[in-house]
């Protein structure tokens, strides 16, 4: 089996616990107003590669994981190839290395819904040992706006995984004018107290940086003017959230 990957990164420190190999799937249904990889929408656009020759990859870092770090993959949004996805992680276990996915949630099937892709899903998570999942807005038509899909598999997904007890780290990006606003953060709190196997909740401060991207590709990129939050309004999100309060929040 391959599967379409976007890029790869030898050494991540901010995608998971200690030190990661951070493999970029190709391929996501979202269309985040913030998306700062609109390179990586496309599924057929990355290249090909197998579960062998990402390993091989991978382990030339092995040495600067310690005992915490492992592999990472985000997106794109890595649960849409999980057929590949299950067969990576199924041998990472294999090598005794952690497992850590960065995921949307976008497009989590319960298996009401789809019981293949469910059963797919719930073999994963044998194979999976932490999740860093995204809030990208509590509010159902304001996610909308955000990302062009419902919110609702997200939150089926965050149900599902305090279910199971699969510990998670919650990321959420501040977006002036658009995810900062008091009642949306406090409506986010009090969800996130609803859950049990959160581990730490970061605010990620919107940025730009993408841009060029969009020009490059001939898109127009829709927060053009939009700055970065404030230091002060990171903190008093930071507040909001609670952040503090969970183990291993950095300031």
């Known amino acids: 089996m391959q599967g379409y990957i976007h890029q790869l ?3 991540g420190c901010a995608d998971g616990p200690g030190s990661r190999f951070i493999i970029f799937f190709a391929g996501c249904p979202l269309r985040c107003l913030y998306c700062h990889n609109p390179d990586s929408w496309k599924m057929t656009d990355g290249k090909l590669y197998t579960v062998e020759e990402l390993l091989k ?3 030339t870092c092995r040495a600067y994981w310690g005992t915490k770090g492992g592999i990472t993959v985000s997106g794109g949004e890595p649960l849409f190839q999980i057929d590949f996805l299950l067969e990576l992680f199924t041998e990472c276990k294999k090598r005794n290395i952690n497992t850590c996915i960065d995921t949307s949630g976008g497009v989590f099937k319960t298996n009401e819904e789809d019981s293949e892709w469910f059963q797919k899903f719930e073999k994963l998570m044998q194979v999976t040992d932490i999740l860093l999942v995204d809030i990208k807005h509590i ?9 062009g899909i419902s919110g609702l598999p997200n939150r089926k997904m965050f149900a599902y995984l305090d279910q199971i007890n699969k510990p998670i780290w919650i990321r ?9 606003k008091d009642e949306f953060l406090i409506q986010t709190r009090d969800f996130i107290r609803t859950l049990h196997n959160v581990q730490r909740v970061e605010i990620l401060p919107y940025h730009g940086l993408g841009a060029m991207k969009y020009k490059d590709l001939g898109i127009e990129y829709p927060l053009e003017k939009l700055e970065s939050p404030t230091k002060e309004s990171v903190m008093h999100a930071k507040e909001l959230l609670e952040c503090e309060k969970y183990t291993g929040w950095k300031n």
């Open 9 to 11: 990164e030898s050494f």
């Open 57 to 59: 990859e991978a382990e």
């Open 139 to 147: 509010d159902e038509e304001e996610h909308k706006k955000l990302t």
């Open 172 to 180: 959420h990006v501040l977006v002036p004018g658009i995810t900062d």
